[in-house]
């Protein structure tokens, strides 16, 4: 009769619970939310500074990186999945990464990936990436705040080889509202204005 009360009590209260399928998408939606108020200044910086909108900045930064917690982003301060290409002269990392052919069919393959010194250099490198690439260029020419176009834009001009990339992107902005940092100027007060190269969001 001990061990059978010992081992209610042992179920009920000490083993680890599962957490509900709910539970798990609350802890993502915090964890996303928590990304989106870490880095909003940033992304609002790099839009006045290059042009690309801060809610399509977001929502790759989120998408890419599993809001900061993919292996990239913390093995490499990589937020946006920028592979290395031939210009690259810096540090490596190298990880299997899922692609997608001409028939929508996925696949893996091992890929190099860049390294940064920070998620801030990661942001800026990702403006300087879309901005100067001529893949790119046509992006420029939509409107700043139609985020819907930019998403498929960037579909379009080869960022992402996965079909639904620009859904997903969409999806992402309105669930969370970041279209909301398309339409504003960073503060007067924020450090941004004063000195944006000496920062750090790591």
Known sequence: MLIYFLFLFWFHWIQPKTPTKA?????NNEAIAAYVERFHPLAIAEMHRLGVPASITLAQGILESQYGKSELAQQAN???GMKCGGNWDGDSYSKFTGEWNNEAQSYRQLACFRVFDSAEASFRAHSDFLRYRKYYQKLFLLPSK???AWA???QAAGYAT?????????SLIERFELDQYDQLLL???SPWVLAPDTLSFD
């Open 162 to 170: 996965d079909p639904k990339y620009p859904d997903k992107l969409i």
């Open 152 to 154: 498929k834009g960037l």
């Open 146 to 148: 139609d985020y819907k």
């Open 78 to 80: 990589n937020h946006f």
């Open 187 to 189: 503060r007067p007060e």
């Open 23 to 27: 539970e798990k998408i609350a802890a």
